[in-house]
């Protein structure tokens, strides 16, 4: 019989993996016990790395071909999700970034996001702060940026294992809007006060 599930979540797991019995370090966990019929895998990793740094092993593999579902952050393969991503991304009441920071501040952020990441940061005057950071990702990695769910979505799709979400799109929004625009700008701006950029 197939396992139950293949839980992908999106998190470091070393801070948690003292819970788990496994001994050795992996991010591949298979959970049994406690009178489950089915042994379910979780899988932990991070959002974004550089192409050709994830290469599934045969563990990995196995867990999937293994599996009937696959448990990702966010159900990459709903039509509806780029459009639900793009509502959620907008700050409310029209606010725009120019209204969270000094004309200073502002100037000196726009001006390393137009020289070093070739980006006009007008585009995003009305987004969110805390998205400013997604932007940033090409330039930390220095390579182009490859999806590690999308990855494991395309391996499970060919297995033939169904994918769902944890969250929504509005579920992950509203994470971001119980926090005020303008702590959100102030975060977002310390690197540039520090001198990080």
Known sequence: MRPQAFLGLFFLLWP??????????SLLWEITGNDLKH??????????ICP?????????MHALHNSKHLLLE????????AAGLMNSMLMK????????????????????????IHFDLGMLAGFKPFLLSSLLYNYILQCPMESVEG?????????????????????QAAVFDRIPYHTQAE?????FNGGIY
């Open 39 to 48: 042994p379910s895998y979780l899988f932990g990793t991070i959002h974004l």
């Open 187 to 191: 975060l977002e701006l310390q690197p």
């Open 74 to 81: 966010l159900d990459l393969t709903d039509p509806g999700l």
């Open 151 to 171: 990855r494991l979505a395309e391996l499970a799709k060919s297995a033939g294992l169904s994918i769902t979400g944890l969250e929504t799109a509005d579920e």
């Open 93 to 116: 009441e029209n606010k725009k970034l120019t209204d969270l920071l000094p004309e200073s501040q502002y100037q000196k952020v726009a001006g390393f996001f137009r020289v070093s």
């Open 52 to 60: 050709g740094e994830f290469t599934p092993g045969d563990s990995l």
């Open 16 to 25: 948690v993996s003292a819970a788990f019995s496994q001994t050795n370090h």
